[in-house]
């Protein structure tokens, strides 16, 4: 065998296995130019499709293509842990103290009130320490970061519940079953605006702390993190994000 002819044989040896490989990291989100985002908001609430418009464009001017994935709070932490996401969407500031490997990219995209919800027009709060002494039966949602570890600390774990989805939630609350559910304040008024849950009685109890909202990025992407900062406080000056938050009202997403 002539040495043309093995080094043509290398070749599509070579071809034969990155090829695969190739497909596979296409087919799992990790292909340079495709960023692959959890979050805990459908694409089709006011907060997925804001996430969905904003971060489209920010990674079209980066030249990727952004992926929206709906994933329940807690597995999106999981797989954003594991490299099986490149990371997640709309968590609070500090997120990343319990999950070293992601890093924050340090621009927000807006804010939001953690609030505790009702159907007891009594409740009054003000803030996780109002909760210290009480004896109510409080449940949020599993997974949310800033929630989970500051209602440890005030409420006894007897009267703790968590529940997969901020639905159920609000369908136990409205059914007497518990006495307040935490959840981020928005995305409740959203749910109580349809006739499923608008003659409910539920109301605001009391707002527990407002937070900035920022995406997470697997560590691996540390250099994109700072580039993303960048491209969103552009849009920002630009008014691109106040604009399409907005527009977001009206915005049909296009399931991945």
Same mark, same amino acid.
């Given at each position: 065998?002539?040495?043309?002819?093995?080094?043509?044989?290398?070749i599509?040896?070579?071809?034969s296995?990155?090829?695969?490989?190739?497909q596979t990291?296409?087919?799992s989100?990790?292909m340079?130019?495709?960023i692959?985002?959890?979050?805990?908001?459908?694409?089709?609430s006011?907060?997925?499709?804001a996430?969905? /418009?904003?971060?489209?464009?920010?990674?079209?001017?980066?030249?990727?293509?952004?992926?929206?994935?709906y /994933?329940?709070a807690?597995r999106a932490?999981?797989?954003?842990?594991n490299?099986?996401?490149?990371?997640?969407?709309?968590?609070?500031?500090?997120?990343n103290?319990?999950?070293?490997? /992601?890093?924050?990219?340090e621009?927000?995209?807006?804010?939001?009130?953690?609030?505790?919800?009702?159907?007891d027009?009594?409740i009054?709060?003000?803030?996780?320490?109002?909760?210290?002494?009480?004896?109510?039966?409080?449940e949020?949602?599993?997974?949310?970061?800033?929630?989970?570890k500051?209602?440890i600390?005030?409420?006894?774990?007897?009267n703790?519940?968590?529940?997969?989805h901020?639905?159920?939630?609000?369908k136990?609350l409205a059914a007497?079953?518990?006495?307040?559910?935490?959840?981020?304040?928005r995305?409740?008024?959203?749910a109580?605006?349809?006739?499923?849950f608008?003659n409910?009685?539920?109301?605001i109890a009391g707002?527990?702390?407002?937070?900035?909202?920022?995406?997470?990025?697997?560590?691996?992407?540390?250099?994109l993190?700072?580039?993303?900062?960048?491209?969103?406080?552009e849009?920002k000056?630009?008014g691109?994000?106040?604009?399409?938050i907005?527009?977001?009202?009206?915005?049909?997403?296009?399931?991945?």
């Amino acid at each position: 065998m002539n040495r043309k002819t093995l080094l043509y044989i290398i070749i599509i040896c070579i071809n034969s296995f990155i090829m695969p490989l190739n497909q596979t990291n296409a087919e799992s989100g990790s292909m340079d130019d495709k960023i692959v985002l959890g979050s805990a908001r459908k694409e089709s609430s006011a907060d997925g499709k804001a996430f969905k /418009l904003i971060y489209t464009e920010a990674f079209k001017r980066m030249g990727k293509t952004f992926v929206y994935r709906y /994933l329940p709070a807690k597995r999106a932490s999981l797989m954003a842990d594991n490299e099986q996401l490149d990371g997640e969407i709309g968590r609070v500031y500090n997120y990343n103290e319990g999950h070293p490997n /992601l890093i924050r990219v340090e621009e927000p995209v807006f804010s939001v009130k953690i609030s505790a919800f009702s159907t007891d027009p009594q409740i009054k709060l003000k803030g996780w320490k109002s909760l210290t002494g009480t004896d109510y039966k409080v449940e949020y949602t599993r997974g949310t970061y800033i929630t989970t570890k500051n209602l440890i600390k005030v409420v006894n774990k007897n009267n703790l519940s968590r529940i997969s989805h901020w639905s159920q939630g609000i369908k136990k609350l409205a059914a007497g079953r518990t006495d307040i559910f935490i959840e981020v304040e928005r995305t409740v008024l959203e749910a109580l605006e349809t006739s499923e849950f608008k003659n409910s009685n539920i109301h605001i109890a009391g707002v527990m702390e407002e937070q900035t909202i920022h995406t997470f990025l697997h560590i691996k992407h540390k250099v994109l993190a700072s580039k993303l900062s960048a491209v969103l406080k552009e849009m920002k000056e630009e008014g691109w994000i106040e604009k399409h938050i907005k527009d977001s009202k009206n915005y049909t997403p296009h399931h991945n």
